[in-house]
C-alpha cells in the first residue's frame, strides 16, 4: 500500500523560519518533521509519494529514492491550488488502489492510522473543546458517515470533532470532480470533493485522541517536548 504525504506549501504562518527551510521539514530534536511521520507509518505501506513544491530540493536530498526499506517517489505541485488539486497530480500512481494521506506537517498516532486503513474511505477526527480555529467535521445523524468539513473560519464555537488531515482512500476518488475549498476560492480542497460525493462515497469517521498540528512558531517549539508521546 501507498501513503501520500502533502509537503509541497510556503508555510507563510511560520516566517522567517521557512525562508530556507520547507515547514515539513523544520526539525524537532534535531530531526526533520518528515523523518518522524514515515516513522509511525503501518506496516502495510510499502511506498511513500511525497507531493512537493516549495524548497522541495530540500525534502528530495534528505530522502531520495528509498528511506527505511520503503521507495520514495515525488511528484511536484507547481501551483498551489489545493489539497485536492495536489492529490490528482498523484493519480497516475495510484489506480486501482486503496491509499493513506497525510498532511506534512502535522503528527499523528500509528495506531490511528492502523485503524483506518480497515476502511476503503475514512478520515481522522479529534473531538476538541473549541472548534472554531479549525476545520470542523459533521456527520449524519447517528451514525459516523461524515456529512461536512467546514474549513475555518467558520460560525461554529465550542465542542466538536475537528478534521486532522488523514485519509484512506481508494483511487475512485480520481475520477470525481474536484470542488472548492469554500464558495469562492480559487483553491480546491480534498476534504470538500469528497464529502460532495455522499451516497456514491460513505466516508467512515474515525476519532482520536492524539493528533498536533505544527502550523505556527509556538507549535513547532512545543513539538520538541512532545514527540516522544507519538513515537
Known amino acids: 500500500m501507498k501513503c501520500v504525504i502533502l509537503a509541497a506549501g510556503r508555510g507563510t504562518r511560520m516566517g522567517e523560519l521557512c525562508d530556507d527551510c520547507p515547514k515539513p521539514m523544520l526539525p524537532i530534536?534535531?530531526?526533520?518533521k518528515l523523518a518522524y511521520t514515515l516513522d509511525i507509518l503501518p506496516e502495510a505501506i510499502t511506498e511513500v509519494i511525497f507531493v512537493v513544491g516549495y524548497l522541495q530540493e530540500k525534502i528530495r536530498d534528505y530522502f531520495g529514492s528509498e528511506h527505511m526499506g520503503r521507495k520514495i517517489t515525488y511528484v511536484e505541485q507547481k501551483v498551489l491550488s489545493?489539497?485536492?488539486?495536489?492529490?490528482?497530480?498523484?493519480?497516475?500512481?495510484?489506480d486501482g488502489e486503496k491509499f493513506l494521506v497525510l498532511n506534512?506537517?502535522?503528527?499523528?498516532?500509528?495506531?490511528?492510522?492502523?485503524?483506518?486503513?480497515?476502511?476503503?474511505?475514512?478520515?481522522?477526527?479529534?473531538?476538541?473543546?473549541?472548534?472554531?480555529q479549525y476545520a470542523y467535521i459533521e456527520t449524519y445523524d447517528n451514525s459516523m458517515v461524515?456529512?461536512?468539513?467546514?474549513?475555518?473560519?467558520?460560525?461554529?464555537?465550542?465542542?466538536?470533532?475537528?478534521?486532522t488531515g488523514a485519509f484512506?482512500?481508494?483511487s475512485d476518488f480520481f475520477s470525481l470532480p474536484e470542488v472548492p475549498k469554500a464558495p469562492g476560492s480559487d483553491e480546491f480542497g480534498l476534504p470538500q470533493t469528497l464529502?460532495?460525493?455522499y451516497p456514491q462515497i460513505?466516508?467512515?469517521?474515525?476519532?482520536?485522541?492524539?493528533?498536533?498540528?505544527i502550523g505556527h512558531p509556538e507549535n513547532l517549539e512545543a513539538a520538541q517536548e512532545i514527540i516522544h508521546d507519538f513515537l
Do not use: C, N
Request: glycine share 8%.
Open 29 to 32: 530534536k534535531g530531526r526533520p
Open 82 to 94: 489545493g489539497t485536492a488539486d495536489a492529490l490528482m497530480l498523484t493519480a497516475p500512481l495510484l
Open 104 to 132: 506534512g506537517d502535522d503528527l499523528y498516532d500509528k495506531s490511528d492510522l492502523e485503524e483506518m486503513l480497515i476502511h476503503d474511505f475514512a478520515t481522522l477526527g479529534l473531538k476538541t473543546e473549541d472548534v472554531s
Open 146 to 163: 461524515v456529512r461536512d468539513i467546514i474549513e475555518a473560519p467558520h460560525d461554529h464555537v465550542g465542542q466538536g470533532v475537528v478534521a
Open 168 to 170: 484512506v482512500l481508494m
Open 195 to 197: 464529502t460532495a460525493a
Open 202 to 213: 460513505k466516508t467512515q469517521l474515525v476519532a482520536t485522541h492524539k493528533w498536533y498540528p
